[in-house]
């Protein structure tokens, strides 16, 4: 599994592009991973066959386990440890690869050998047997629940006659309690929910319980919208549409890491209203210059700037310990078609002006061409979200795991602002800085953001850098 | 200024209605037509024609019934006695629609409507007279539509269209029809089959080229080879000029030549001289009224019903099923959606009746459906009327045998298509309507035994052969 990025522990295969006993040529696609940032390709760095195939689909390993083996037809694959599905798998399927024999494969982890080795895990999952846990049975893109969740309740037994009955009412027969033997669902309990739930006054068209049955709709659940509350096949299919879809990829890692930061970082928020009329003046008569900045260029360099007055902003915590960051890798949201990424500038403390609107514009354009390198989508140390030219008055954004802040920009706006005793019309951008109160309290924040706003309405800063 | 809860414009077939079932509802309602009661349905389109057509239809099946053991010697027909009997036919429904009303206590307004203000409606009398200014808690335009008349066609007697051809008194010897859509067809069905010379010019690929090409091709057949009518298609009707000894014609390097012109190349609203504006409301580019399935235009207390709004099917039942809907939704405060399953009846000979998807669309679609088809040659009671010709077709969703659609082209078919209409909104599986024992000898039969044949299970057809 290779590694791709420097925060990248683990791993899934989201598609193998080939299948075991297929020839591989030097550069031609073998398999999609998923990190934690999207989904790439991965080239075969070798010559032969596909033997075999370790990891499959969705299964999350760590970084460096082996997903499979490369040789010549006919030559026996070595019993190289199989990879530990990182989370909880269901119960394997797969048997054991082959006993081991000369001359060995080149394994497909040599593709990423030049990357440093993650320890393996203990190899909780893997059975006595030595059985490689595979995911065969989770739907494509599900995950395997969270270890906090309640255990499924046990498997409903149903006596054939009842599930008949079942299958000819269109309905689902969980909330069923059984009062057979072992808590067999039997026909008259199927009967007696049935009179519960008013089953007889359902009125239903006969080509809508055709489609139900085929679809496994309940029909309890669906509302009639026909005449007098009739089921038409409308309504089924509305009840169809209706099922839960399995979110992306994409959406499914910003599920995750928002809700995970959402969940353990305590946030709090404190807003400012900078004025940048000046600024953008002077970046009207840049402009007539030739040269060309965007607002967010300035707020980018003010923020870089301020992160190195404020190195705790530039800092990550797990809650016992405080980690500093060296370098401001400076984080930059993208809104893509449905999703978002989050490019870092690495280094941003040594970029000059010019370089800095050339790196943002550069990583901005292939992020929404979607051909961000892994490395530039991870490991950003604070990030600035803008959302200015989506016409918002102010919002609060949530951090990036790993991060101690980040930067919500709102929209610039011509308000009567009283300046100097005066009523003036100023155009005011509001800025709201999330915080982790971990490690930055109030007063702190307070002074960070405001050292963005005053740089911010520094003109003759400005001058000096551009 | 006399008020009411409920204005309708136009007494049609979507009119009436409307104002009837507003009145049932315990409304006071007025309607205002600047014509006659009925609108274009009753007197000059769906009744007058039909009346005719009876009368056509009775002719052609006496000159043929020495097959069936009749003879009829020397068989003649006087057009205008069929013209005077159309006349009384028009004129009995007539009385019976203003009868309806008055019995309902609408109070009728005879004059041309117009809006004066979003709710008033202003009403001009046709002749002498001051105009009158009446006021509606809803107003709804049911003005219908008119035949089309380009204006490159020259205005002259020998070119008529629909209404005028309707006012005759003779029949023209030869009929050249421009635009072989419905009315074009059944115009020319009903003059060939009283002996008259027809051509009929179309410059789509086909005639009626809504319906499946299997039921556009009976039709042709029968109207080419027992009717004897010329069939021009995929070509323009061009240097059309008149003159007193007759019209002619050029489509593609055919020279046509004929007594008379019948122009029916479709319908436009009439929707001029409405003042919409002052109602908030505007037409859209080819001027129809745009309306949602309530019948609710862009004005909450204006509905529109009929030919006159977008996406009409210009068919008089359709507008009847909006104007009772529009009438509820003004007069409940709902906002039920009119039907959308709107059969057609095409009083050709053979008639056609459609109702539903055709497996073109469903083609179109991308839909999988299954299709049943049953040919009156196999039935016992075509057979023993002496009309064995054209058949049912059936279409159903593969996956839920849901009818989606149905089509019949032969006898009687306007009047089986109810049956068809009647599963297809409830939503009967093919299997279901196969179940249903339909009796014996009728032509109600071709139905069951189509839906047999959608699953192979026909009968009364040869199955087909194994692959």
Avoid at chain 2, 61 to 66: K, S, V
Avoid at chain 2, 215 to 224: F, S
Wanted: proline letters at 6%; aromatic letters at 4%; hydrophobic letters at 45%.
């Amino acid at each position: 599994m290779p590694k791709f990025g420097q925060m990248v522990e683990e791993s899934s295969i989201v598609k193998w592009h080939k299948k075991e006993g297929d020839s591989v040529r030097k550069g031609e696609i073998l398999f999609e991973i998923e990190t934690d940032k999207a989904v790439m390709e991965v080239e075969s760095f070798f010559e032969g066959t596909l033997l075999k195939i370790l990891v499959k689909e969705n299964v999350s390993v760590p970084v460096s386990s082996v997903v499979g083996y490369i040789g010549t037809p006919g030559e026996a694959i070595p019993a190289t440890p199989p990879p530990t599905a990182a989370a909880a798998p269901v119960p394997p399927q797969t048997p054991a690869p082959a006993q081991p024999a000369k001359p060995q494969p080149a394994p497909v982890q040599q593709a990423s050998a030049a990357l440093p080795a993650v320890a393996p895990r203990a190899p909780a999952s893997v059975r006595p047997d030595g059985l490689v846990p595979s995911d065969a049975k989770v739907t494509p893109g599900a995950r395997a629940p969270a270890p906090a969740l309640p255990a499924a309740p046990a498997r409903q037994i149903i006596s054939p006659r009842a599930k008949a009955l079942v299958k000819r009412s269109c309905i689902d027969p969980s909330p069923i309690a059984g009062s057979g033997p072992g808590g067999r669902v039997q026909e008259r309990d199927v009967r007696a929910y049935m009179e519960s739930r008013n089953y007889s006054a359902i009125r239903i068209s006969p080509a809508a319980k055709k489609l139900a049955a085929a679809r496994e709709v309940d029909i309890l659940r669906v509302r009639g919208t026909g005449a007098g509350g009739r089921i038409m096949i409308h309504d089924v299919e509305r009840a169809v549409a209706e099922r839960p879809r399995a979110l992306t990829k994409m959406r499914q890692v910003i599920a995750r890491r928002l809700t995970e930061s959402f969940t353990t970082t305590p946030h709090f928020y404190v807003t400012v209203a900078a004025d940048i009329t000046d600024l953008l003046v002077f970046r009207k008569d840049l402009k007539n210059r030739g040269e060309v900045y965007t607002v967010t260029d300035f707020v980018l360099e003010a923020v870089i700037m301020s992160l190195q007055e404020f190195p705790i902003l530039n800092s990550v915590c797990d809650g016992r310990t405080v980690r500093w960051h060296g370098s401001v890798d400076l984080g930059m949201a993208v809104s893509l078609e449905d999703g978002l990424v989050v490019p870092a500038i690495r280094n941003a403390q040594d970029l000059g002006m010019r370089e800095l609107h050339d790196t943002a514009a550069s990583l901005a354009a292939r992020a929404r061409e979607g051909k961000l390198t892994p490395d530039e989508m991870t490991g950003s140390t604070f990030t600035v979200s803008n959302m200015g030219m989506l016409d918002v008055d102010t919002f609060h954004a949530i951090i990036n795991p790993g991060e101690a802040g980040i930067l919500a920009v709102a929209t610039a706006r011509d308000r009567v602002v009283a300046r100097n005793g005066k009523m003036e019309i100023r155009s005011m951008m509001n800025m709201t800085l999330s915080v982790d109160h971990r490690i930055v309290d109030g007063s702190l924040a307070a002074d960070f953001v405001n050292a963005i706003r005053k740089k911010l309405e520094d003109v003759a800063l400005w001058t000096s850098l551009t | 200024m006399d008020k009411f809860d409920v204005v309708v414009m136009g007494a049609g077939p979507g009119g009436y209605p409307a104002a009837i079932r507003a009145a049932q509802l315990g409304a006071s309602v007025a309607i205002v037509e600047r014509e006659k009661l009925g609108g274009t349905c009753l007197n000059w389109g769906c009744i007058p024609t039909k009346t005719l057509i009876a009368s056509s239809e009775l002719f052609h099946a006496a000159r043929r019934g020495e097959a069936l053991g009749i003879k009829a010697g020397k068989l003649e027909y006087d057009y205008a006695a069929m013209a005077k009997r159309k006349d009384e036919v028009v004129a009995t429904l007539n009385r019976g629609v203003e009868q309806l009303l008055k019995a309902n206590g609408v109070k009728i307004f005879e004059g041309t409507a117009s809006f004066d203000a979003p709710t008033r409606v202003n009403i001009a009398p046709a002749g002498e007279g001051r105009d009158t200014r009446i006021e509606g808690g809803t107003v709804i335009i049911a003005t219908g539509s008119a035949s089309a008349v380009p204006g490159f066609l020259p205005k002259h007697r020998r070119v008529v269209e629909s209404r005028a051809f309707l006012d005759l008194t003779a029949l023209p010897s030869s009929l050249l029809v421009l635009g072989g859509g419905v009315i074009g067809c059944e115009f020319a069905c009903m003059a060939a089959q009283l002996g008259a010379e027809v051509t009929v010019v179309e410059m789509l690929d086909d005639i009626l080229a809504m319906l499946d090409s299997d039921v556009r091709r009976e039709l042709r057949r029968h109207m080419e080879q027992d009717l004897g009518i010329r069939v021009l298609t995929g070509k323009p009707l061009e240097n059309i000029e008149a003159s007193a000894s007759g019209v002619s014609g050029k489509a593609g390097e055919t020279e046509l030549k004929a007594d008379m012109l019948l122009v029916s190349v479709g319908r436009r609203p009439v929707t001029d001289g409405l003042a919409l504006d002052r109602a908030g409301l505007s037409v859209n580019e080819r001027g129809f009224i745009a309306v949602d399935a309530a019948c609710r235009t862009r004005n909450a207390s204006v509905f529109a019903i009929g030919d006159v709004t977008a996406g009409s099917t210009l068919l008089a039942h359709a507008a009847t099923a909006q104007g009772v809907t529009a009438a509820e939704n003004a007069v409940l405060k709902t906002r039920k959606p009119a039907g959308s399953l709107v059969p057609s009846c095409i009083f050709t000979s053979p008639e056609i009746g459609a109702v539903g998807i055709t497996e073109q669309q469903a083609r179109d679609a991308g839909r999988k459906v299954s299709v049943g088809k049953f040919g009156f040659a196999g039935l016992g009671k075509a057979l023993a009327s002496g009309e064995p010709n054209g058949f049912v077709k059936l279409i159903a969703d593969s996956e839920t045998d849901q009818l989606l659609g149905a089509h019949a082209v032969g006898p009687h078919a306007t009047d089986l298509i109810g049956e068809a209409a009647l599963a297809i909104h409830g939503e009967f599986t093919a299997e279901e309507l196969g179940r249903v024992i339909h009796a014996h000898p009728t032509f109600a039969e071709s139905w069951m035994e189509a839906a047999h044949a959608l699953h192979g299970a026909c009968i009364h057809a040869a199955p087909k052969r194994r692959k």
